[in-house]
């Protein structure tokens, strides 16, 4: 989710939700504790430079159980610091902590706010010397004598 989609859609809602990817709900009470802005710049295992710019939210639940952020509180504190941090139309990030700080993607289901499981990979497949797999196609079989298994055979 871009930041303008969130900016389209915190108008629209009554109340603010978020959960993990596998429906386990953050507590309604979640603070958000930062907004800014992360520019990356690192080289990736096959020597090439590489950027990336999003926008980081941080979530973060205290015990003080009756706080509820609404929508349009979200939409200013936004705005208000938009052009200081000078966000652009960037991926938004979520870091929430559970065991350890987890950082997530952000996707909306119609109700909630979903944080997506982020995970590694590899961005120089074609440098980095783990062969690649082949990638073998089921019409590609044929049926036949020599590679079917007969069941009176006693292979299958």
Known sequence: MTLT?????????????????????????????????????????????????????????????????????WMRIIEQFEQELGMQDQELEVEYQQETIGKFGLAFDGTSFILLNKKTACLAEDQCGIPAKPRIRLADFQRNADNACNPDSGCC
């Open 5 to 73: 989609q969130i900016k389209a859609l915190l108008p629209t809602l009554d109340s603010l939700a978020f959960k993990l990817e596998n429906g386990m709900p953050v507590p309604a009470h979640f603070h958000l504790t930062e907004i800014g802005v992360v520019d990356k710049r690192f080289v990736d295992c096959g020597g090439t430079l590489r950027q990336e710019k999003t926008i980081s939210l941080q979530l973060w639940t205290a015990d003080d159980t009756d706080h509820r952020f609404h929508p349009l509180k």
